[in-house]
């Protein structure tokens, strides 16, 4: 069981930067692949990024690839999300994933259902 906490998320503008991160505890953390999800108001929680339990793969939604980055440092048990060129449609709450596996195949790893531990979630809103 690996308990997740998200932090970093924040109001700013079209065009801006901001980093959220998910610090995660116990000793197995280096063994779950981790992605981070979000979800708007009325809408389906929707996969963003993926990281496998190494960091040596990442995978991303078309709607942020080369605008995200996914990132984890193990030794700090902690996964990143950069976010570049924020657009007003990438306002959400902002979840982070563990899975049960170090690594996850194409079609698992966008499911949400297919992870077993979540964290709480921080808010990312992006104004025009």
């Known amino acids: 069981q690996v308990q997740l906490v998200e932090s970093g998320g924040g109001l700013v503008q079209a065009g801006d930067s901001l980093r959220v991160s998910c610090a995660g505890s116990?000793?197995?953390?280096?063994?779950?692949?981790m992605s981070w999800f979000r979800q708007a108001p009325g809408t389906e929680r929707e996969f963003v990024a993926y990281?496998?339990?190494?960091?040596?793969?990442?995978y991303y939604a078309d709607s942020v690839k080369g605008r995200f980055t996914i990132s984890r440092d193990n030794a700090k048990t902690t996964i990143y999300l950069q976010m570049n060129s924020l657009k007003p449609e990438d306002s959400a709450a902002y979840y982070c994933?563990?899975?049960?596996?170090?690594?996850?195949?194409?079609?698992?790893?966008?499911?949400?259902?297919?992870?077993?531990?979540w964290g709480q979630g921080t808010q990312v809103t992006v104004s025009s």
């Open positions: 994933a563990a899975h049960r596996d170090a690594i996850v195949g194409v079609g698992a790893r966008t499911q949400a259902t297919s992870y077993d531990n």
């Open positions: 116990g000793s197995t953390f280096n063994t779950h692949a």
């Open positions: 990281t496998s339990a190494t960091g040596a793969s990442a």
